[in-house]
């Protein structure tokens, strides 16, 4: 791994031979608003400084191929593939080996998946979520020994949404209700995408759930790495779009090695 990439690794009972790992802002070559590690070519920073970005997250992990995505807040869940194409989807899978789906987030949240045989990846923000994304990438499964985690996104209490998007969780399943809870600003609510996103994974028949442990809007870099470029690394571990508006984004990548 490059000296400077930080990476979050999950902790849970997935077979050893899934691997699995969420960037951070932190080891790239991005200049501000960008700075460092960011993943996103469709974010305004400069094209040759995300090809060196994602071309050093793939090297220090040692893996060949990986299947990007253009992102469009749907539930359209595909098959990676090595020939470089990046398709339009939320959500891809495969049953290959060192191969990575990969989806990018800067405050949506990332879920990933695994029976062992194939992986998968997601987007969801609050749209796809409500749509259906997760349920969209477990029919790609058999259902049967599945295990899922979910990564670094906004957390239950910066989430601010209107009613209107609490009313289309809540229509979908009532449960939902328990997920939202008043803002100090009339007319919003708190939203725990982790939480609605457990929700609908218990509904799907999935309890073996984990993550959920980060809020990238609010975490903070560790005191013992915040000095390695005190003029350009900020406070702030993660990408988040409701912070900055203008900014990069992370990597949630799951593949599958040789046994």
């Given amino acids: 791994m490059h000296p400077l990439m930080q990476l979050i690794r999950p902790v849970w009972a997935a077979p050893e031979q899934i691997q699995v790992v969420s960037t951070t802002r932190i080891g790239g070559v991005s200049q501000a608003p960008y700075y460092s590690l960011n993943m996103g070519d469709h974010v305004g920073d400069r094209p040759a400084a995300v090809a060196k970005n994602r071309a050093r997250l793939l090297s220090s992990l040692a893996l060949p191929d990986a299947q990007w995505l253009t992102q469009v807040h749907g539930t359209a869940c595909v098959e990676a593939q090595r020939d470089g194409v990046i398709r339009e989807a939320d959500a891809c899978w495969t049953s290959e080996t060192d ?13 990933v998946f695994t029976d062992g045989e194939r992986v998968a990846a997601a987007h969801a923000g609050w749209r796809g979520l409500v749509d259906g994304v997760l349920e969209a990438t477990l029919a790609q499964f058999a259902g049967a020994d599945m295990h899922v985690w979910l990564g670094p996104a906004i957390g239950p209490s910066v ?27 009339q007319g919003k609510w708190l939203a725990d995408l982790y939480g609605l996103a457990r929700l609908r994974l ?7 759930v984990s993550g959920g442990d980060y809020c990238t809007y609010s975490d903070k870099i560790r005191s013992d790495t915040a ?8 406070s702030a571990r993660f990408f988040s779009y409701r912070r900055e508006q203008q900014t990069g984004r992370m990597a949630t990548l799951i593949w599958k090695t040789a046994r």
């Fill in 99 to 111: 191969l990575a789906c990969v989806i990018m987030t800067a405050d949506c949240l990332p879920a």
């Fill in 227 to 234: 000095g390695l470029n005190k003029n350009h690394l900020d």
């Fill in 202 to 208: 218990s509904v799907a028949g999935i309890d073996r």
């Fill in 159 to 185: 989430f601010e949404v209107g009613e209107e998007v609490r009313q289309q969780f809540c229509d979908h399943l009532a449960q939902s209700d328990d997920f939202f809870l008043p803002s100090v600003n």
